[in-house]
């Protein structure tokens, strides 16, 4: 099988542009994309659960009798837990165990302290209320992204987690509802794409409104969570997968051509790239790609994706290596290196870095214990992993004594005249103590 990826060196008169280009993260929505999705979602919201009604039959083929009949009961949900193949059902609860373990330790908690004159000043953390947890379906099903976006709300202290995924052909998948089980998730909806999102929401009749919606889908899934962020929160519109590999040439060459394939097998979008001041080690790299590649079920999505995205990249040295994985910012950076710590010390810009040659980023997506919903398309520059303080809020506590009153009510009418809010000012004055 024929396999085209670009070898490119920063050493080329013309890497820069070609590396903006290969960088270049505008997504090509399908014409007509933003229009569909503000139609879905004011028909949901005049409409309901006739809308959601409609939607369900017309894109996922499914035929519910009524809108309570979207609603999966939880005994569908112990019945997939206990139909799920026993291997599968233990990996499913190792892992839960590991994010479990691994996100207790994120818990924000409240503070407060009391200065000398008996004022004080605190911030209260308390869980969000109700979230909305969307699951793909169709071409694949996520089990993984089920566990890695509830538990986290359920350490946070979420009260209520509704869960929306959808049922082409009226099919459900076991392994998602047996997360959901494991994952502690209260309400399942078989419900797809923007619809599920104008549910979730602005809430319908049977769907209830969430305050959060986090989750990955498809282009109207991401942009239905665009348009509706301000009526609710969002955790992040992700783009497709990235990996940097960065290796110094003594990891097994097939060992770096499977991490490059198995970030590629996500979606023709995806992006794979090595990086590496060894230019045989890069050749070697190149020539396992295409040994293994006809040996992998996901072939031609990955040959796509490494054609269209994918890159193996000489550098001077490591420190050029680290230049460049901070200029990327990728998803996902593994440094298949001998003192993988000293490097990483200088890497500012990832979402996830995995230490070593043995830390694959398969183990992240599963069941290390870290989220493995990242920030993408650059966006780990300003942006951070899903992780418990997502499914918290602060809220600020002043509780001022008479003294301190006083002294800030002097400072605060000074600054509020300065800006012309006399009613601020007398506002503050007012507590002043004569």
């Known amino acids: ?137 169709g071409k694949a099903a996520y089990p993984s992204s089920v566990l890695m976006n509830a538990i ?51 809430g319908t009749e049977t769907v209830p409104r969430v305050d959060k919606i986090v989750g990955p889908g498809n282009v109207y899934v991401a942009t239905a969570k665009r348009l509706v962020f301000g009526a609710v929160d969002i955790d992040m519109i992700a783009g497709p997968s990235e990996i940097v590999v960065v290796c110094d040439g003594r990891t097994d060459p097939e060992w770096a051509a499977m991490d490059l ?32 590649l006809p040996t992998l079920e996901r072939r031609d999505i990955i040959a796509a994706a490494l054609a269209a995205r994918g890159a193996l990249i000489g550098v001077r040295d490591l420190d050029e290596a680290v230049t460049l994985a901070n200029r990327i910012a990728p998803e996902h950076l593994e440094l298949a290196l001998d003192d993988a710590e000293a490097v990483a010390a200088r890497v500012r810009h990832a979402g996830a870095i995995f230490l070593g040659r043995n830390t694959p980023e398969a183990l992240g997506d599963y069941c290390a214990g870290p989220n493995h919903v990242l920030p993408t398309a650059g966006t780990a520059r300003f942006s951070s992993p899903l992780g418990v303080y997502d499914f918290q809020k602060r809220t600020s506590l002043i509780r001022c004594s008479e003294k301190g009153a006083t002294a800030l009510a002097r400072t605060a009418s000074v600054l509020a005249r300065a800006e012309g809010l006399e009613a601020h000012a007398r506002s503050a004055e007012y507590r002043i103590k004569k």
Not at 52 to 61: G, I, P
Not at 84 to 111: C, F, G
Not at 169 to 195: P, T
């Open 261 to 292: 394939c198995a970030q590629a097998e996500h979606d023709e979008d995806a992006q794979a790239i090595l990086i590496s001041p060894d230019a045989g080690f890069i050749e070697k790299v190149r020539a396992a790609v295409a040994r293994l």
């Open 1 to 137: 099988m024929k396999i085209d990826v670009r070898v490119l060196d920063t050493a080329d008169p013309g890497f820069a542009a070609e590396l903006a280009r290969l960088l270049d993260r505008a997504r090509t929505a399908e014409a007509g994309v933003e229009a569909d999705v503000r139609e879905i979602i004011a028909q949901v919201r005049a409409r309901g659960d006739a809308a959601l009604l409609d939607y369900t039959r017309r894109f996922d083929r499914h035929q519910p009798a009524s809108a309570a009949a979207l609603e999966i009961p939880p005994p569908r949900l112990a019945q997939a837990r206990r139909s799920v193949a026993p291997d599968r059902l233990a990996a499913l609860e190792t892992a839960a165990d590991r994010i479990r373990v691994y996100h207790e330790r994120q818990k924000l908690e409240s503070w407060s302290y009391t200065e000398a004159d008996g004022t004080m000043l605190g911030q209260r953390v308390t869980p969000l209320e109700h979230v909305g947890l969307y699951v793909p379906g």
């Open 152 to 202: 986290p709300a359920r350490v946070a202290g979420v009260s209520e987690l509704i869960m929306a995924t959808p049922a082409p052909d009226g099919e459900l998948n076991d392994m998602v509802l047996a997360a959901a089980a494991i994952a502690g998730v209260d309400r399942v909806f078989a419900i797809g794409g923007a619809q599920a999102i104008a549910a979730l929401a602005h």
